[in-house]
């Protein structure tokens, strides 16, 4: 039997909800019309079978939405880091809800030595020092990033060249969802932007998702380096950068005019 790869990086999605409303978020939270509720039980089913496939996961990136609100965010982070005790893992949060979390929560943290990754838009530039201190006083470990630009990346026309697009994308972001690896967390959530739009503006298939329950640790992986149908509506590259703002939830938010 061939050794079990170890998969460099995963994100997981655990709230599409999010505090904020971000013109042009990447993962579409602005759009979404029902948040739904966490499958933890799913999503423990998942985790283990991702064990029984990868020696390890080198960076697992939990995220939303907003993560923080997730009611399960304790449970979701003991029975990660169970499963995953070599992992770098961090939950990527915009801080807004950060300080009036419970102390139980930043005793997890350090328990189970996980770090935050704090995305701070100008909406909170104000409380940077406030935040960085009150971090600092419960000993966990953290990066904070300021935040200004956001950008579009969808070309309704889907006249990239898809293959060439995958092959130099730089925001390739291996994405777990209900059972399933996405190439990227824009093919995962791209149903968002769908259901929001019509299902027409965009169009996918199959390509780059991956039933990890079919597929072992060494076929995800070379599944995740082929391009789909969604590369060609993709730049994938930061084309249209644009200062953060709150969104207006126009689809113009998240398309770029194609050069011609």
């Not at 064990?51 to 982070?77: A, H, T």
């Not at 996980?114 to 935040?131: E, G, M, N, R, T």
């Not at 149903?191 to 329950?213: L, M, N, P, R």
């Amino acid at each position: 039997m061939s050794e079990k790869p170890a998969l460099g990086y995963l994100e997981i999605e655990i709230c599409k909800k999010c505090n904020l409303n971000c013109k042009g978020c990447s993962h579409f939270a602005p759009l979404v019309k029902d948040g739904g509720e966490f499958d933890f039980e799913g999503y423990k089913h998942d985790i283990m079978r991702l064990s029984d496939i990868f020696s390890n996961i080198n960076v697992i990136r939990l995220l939303g939405g907003e993560p923080l609100l997730n009611e399960n965010i304790l449970d979701i982070l003991k029975f990660t880091r169970n499963i995953f005790k070599k992992s770098d893992i961090k939950i990527a949060t915009n801080g807004v809800k950060l300080m009036g979390m419970s102390n139980e929560f930043f005793e997890c943290l350090v328990k189970e030595n996980v770090k935050l990754a704090i995305s701070l838009y100008p909406i909170l530039k104000d409380s940077k020092q406030k935040i960085i201190k009150f971090l600092e006083s419960k000993g966990v470990e953290y990066k904070l990033s300021e935040k200004k630009k956001f950008a579009a990346r969808l070309n309704l026309q889907g006249d990239f060249d898809g293959v060439k697009n995958a092959n130099k994308c730089k925001i390739m972001c291996p994405t777990l969802k209900d059972g399933r690896i996405y190439r990227c967390s824009i093919l995962a959530s791209i149903d968002k932007f769908q259901d929001y739009f019509g299902k027409s503006t965009v169009e996918c298939d199959d390509g780059a998702k991956v039933d990890i329950y079919r597929c072992d640790g060494a076929g995800i992986i070379k599944r995740l380096k082929e391009a789909n149908k969604l590369c060609s509506y993709c730049s994938g590259n930061n084309d249209f950068l644009f200062d953060w703002a709150l969104s207006e939830k126009k689809i113009e938010e998240w398309c770029i005019e194609r050069k011609k």
